[in-house]
């Protein structure tokens, strides 16, 4: 093959070695032209490289070839060329690998530089030892990703707008149909960072707290659930005080859950923090309850529950309390408020009337249809019918572990 030969294969590969060398920014030239060298005449003899290259210069072998392609082809993908192709493109900030999966960062760096300059497809695929084939693979496969994706983004939105601040494992465990349906396979993992690039990631609320615990140092009971479990619904009721903004005021939310079905059984809004509230809540529950024989009532050392009303309807039942003040102490209570105030509940209510609403909307959301993970991913209306142990599927972060209700109150 002479040089009438050559320069047609240079036009084949992208439109000749001369304008190729324009595509390299100053302080990477001299590797870009070998590396297009090296493309243009990869199918040459060494010799033939020797025509194209550095004229009477020594011969370069095809180690050193790909060892030069390799260096450039690393250099941009590092930032440094990439950088100084377009200063202003943010896709090269960072450490310079625009994309954190390996597979994809190659064909990032076609597309980016076939969008800065001219330059031959082919040419740029052989610089990174790709082939065309494999960019248009790469490509659909982005597609496809990118479809499947929005797919679920529509479904979490539809399930956003009964729950609205409902986190990812919920969320994932609730997906399994539609991903099922769908023949879309993804993991936790990938939806939480699907969710985070379309900004439907759930933030902690912080806001001030006003004190709902007021403890009764003359009336205490024993912790009597310190390593008790339940196997069947209304053994254990647990019951706590949690706040609602109303307007520019507080309004107070008693509550009563279910040790093992984490069902809320009873809940009174009340202006103050008079024993009424929790005894309008223990009504509630007592009602809708009758069965319960060996009831046990835990809660904090709050005086309210240390009330002549309160202690007087609860009969027989026997009265537990926290005795440290930990509120991991009632944990499953202080979790049911966290699940309430942080995926339920609005941030504020304009008046009662439309915070009871909002509240009686919210249990209704939390007993009937919100799965929880300490019953098997049941909703604790459906774990209210079941007996026997359920299966706990989340993971203890505390040092201390223990076996009984306070180590039970993840959701």
């Known amino acids: 093959m002479g040089q009438d030969g050559t320069r047609k294969q240079q036009d084949r590969g992208g439109r000749g070695v001369s304008e190729g060398r324009g595509i390299a920014p100053d302080g990477v030239s001299e590797a870009w032209d070998k590396c297009v060298d090296a493309a243009s005449m ?68 076609v597309a980016l530089v076939l969008e800065s300059e001219k330059a031959s497809q082919q040419m740029l695929c052989g610089l990174l030892g790709r082939s065309r084939q494999g960019y248009y693979k790469l490509r659909c496969r982005v597609e496809r990703e ?7 983004i ?28 769908q023949q879309i396979k993804m993991g936790r993992d990938q939806l939480g960072e699907v969710m985070r690039e379309h900004g439907l990631l759930v933030r902690k609320r912080r806001l001030r707290k006003p004190r709902t615990t007021i403890s009764c140092w003359w009336r205490r009971y024993p912790n009597l659930i310190r ?7 209304n053994q254990l009721w647990v019951s706590d005080i949690t706040y609602v903004r109303v307007g ?32 309008g809540a223990l009504r509630m529950a007592l009602r809708n309850n009758p069965q319960r024989d060996g009831l046990i009532h835990h809660s904090d050392r709050g005086m309210q529950y240390s009330s002549t009303e309160y202690v007087k309807l609860l009969g027989k039942a026997r009265i537990s309390m926290t005795e440290k003040g ?42 009937h249809l919100r799965p929880h993970s300490s019953v098997d991913y049941l909703t604790p209306a459906e774990a209210h019918m079941h007996t ?24």
């Open 42 to 109: 990869g199918k040459g003899s060494r010799a033939e490289r020797r025509v194209v290259g550095s004229g009477s210069g020594p011969v370069r072998s095809d180690a050193e070839d790909a060892e030069r392609c390799e260096a450039f082809a690393e250099g941009v993908i590092r930032g440094t060329a990439a950088r100084e192709v377009d200063g202003d493109d943010d896709r090269c900030s960072g450490e310079g690998a625009w994309g954190a999966d390996p597979k994809k960062i190659w064909g990032q760096v």
């Open 146 to 152: 990118a479809i499947r994706a929005e797919l679920v």
């Open 154 to 181: 529509q479904e979490v939105v539809s399930m956003r707008s009964v729950q609205e601040r409902i986190g990812v494992r919920k969320v994932y465990h609730m997906l399994q149909p539609f991903l099922l349906e």
């Open 227 to 233: 390593d008790y479990v339940p196997t069947g619904a």
């Open 248 to 279: 520019t005021r507080f309004g107070f939310l008693s509550l009563v859950t279910d040790g093992y079905s984490r069902r809320i059984v009873g809940y009174k809004l009340f202006r103050d923090l008079s024993a009424r509230g929790c005894v």
């Open 326 to 367: 930990d509120p991991r102490e009632n944990a499953i209570a202080e979790r049911v408020n966290g699940i309430l105030k942080d995926e339920l509940l609005d941030q504020g209510y304009q008046n009662f009337k439309e915070a009871r609403e909002g509240i009686e909307r919210a249990v209704s959301i939390y007993n």
């Open 388 to 411: 026997g142990e359920l299966k706990k599927r989340w993971k203890n972060y505390f040092s201390v572990r223990t076996n009984g209700p306070n180590a039970q109150a993840m959701a």
